[in-house]
């Protein structure tokens, strides 16, 4: 009986309602999504059985038809796999120049203010603008592509690596300078460790815009990719193929994405528990 009474009043774990409070909310959103997709789902069949959609517009259930069909075709793996290997490398070479050169910039304010037109220019620069002299100079090729990537992403990264070289506080740099820490040390346990909140997000963003370049030079140049069955697709008249292939694109993009943010905030959690 006492056992039994000792049991009851045990005292609960201080983070057990948070945590089950926390779950509710999040089971709750995830429903809430669904519904949303749903919906759109739903009014998308109804505008094209009721004609009020463009007659191109596939039905909803022979897109779905397709998207299943994609999955088992050996091209479109292949076709996946040649499209993020461009995104990837692209985003590899934008990372080591873009983040470097953003670090260096945010360390030196005078560097940093004689290249702001420069930067501000390039940020806004239309990629794929270049993509015909590209393709004159290296032709329709795996290496064209990763180029234009990398032109496209290297700009997120550049400044968001930038701005968080900024971020470091004047009595972090005061103190590096007080106590003579080398420069190198100084980069390592000091500058780095503020920037890379703000350039983990660069990476995030850049990685969803290599994924649309990519495609879009794919669709362009007739690259082996995406793209280029996008517009196979679209060539042969099958709009359900080329609308399972953007859904496709855009869920693989979102799958990336979402995994960059977990993994973010399981590395990062030192900065989240910082803004808490």
């Known amino acids: 009986m006492l056992s039994s009474t000792r049991k009851t009043l045990a005292p609960r774990a201080p983070g057990a309602p948070h945590r089950a409070a926390g779950q509710r909310s999040t089971a709750a ?12 789902i739903a009014v998308w069949q109804v505008c094209v059985l009721s004609g009020i959609a463009p007659a191109l517009l596939p039905r ?8 299943v069909t994609i999955l088992t075709r050996a091209e479109f793996w292949q076709a996946l796999l040649q499209t993020v290997s461009a995104a990837l490398a692209g985003v590899a070479i934008a990372t080591v120049v873009g983040v470097p050169l953003g670090l260096l910039l945010g360390a030196l304010p005078a560097a940093e203010r004689s290249a702001r037109l420069v930067l501000d220019f390039g940020r806004s620069f239309p990629v794929i603008a270049v993509l015909p002299v590209l393709i004159l100079i290296l032709g329709a090729t795996w290496r064209m592509e990763v180029l234009v990537v990398a032109l496209a992403a290297v700009w997120p990264i550049l400044i968001q690596s930038l701005d ?9 740099r005061e103190m590096t300078r007080s106590y003579k820490i080398p420069p190198f040390l ?25 994924i649309l370049v990519a495609v879009a030079v794919e669709i362009l140049s007739q690259t082996p990719g ?21 859904i496709l694109i855009g869920a693989f993009g979102w799958a990336v994405t979402s995994f960059l ?12 528990r910082g803004e808490a």
């Open 261 to 272: 943010a977990w993994a973010e905030s399981r590395l990062l959690r030192w900065n989240r």
């Open 164 to 172: 968080g070289a900024k971020q470091m506080t004047s009595s972090a």
């Open 29 to 40: 959103l995830a429903v809430r999504r669904l519904l949303v997709i749903a919906v759109l």
């Open 186 to 210: 100084a980069f390592r346990r000091v500058l780095l460790p503020s920037a890379l909140p703000m350039i983990s997000t660069g990476l995030r963003i850049s990685i969803a815009i290599a």
């Open 226 to 246: 995406l793209g280029r069955l996008i517009t196979l697709a679209q060539g042969g008249a099958r709009w359900d193929l080329a609308i399972a292939y953007l």
């Open 60 to 67: 909803m259930d022979d897109v779905a038809v397709a998207f």
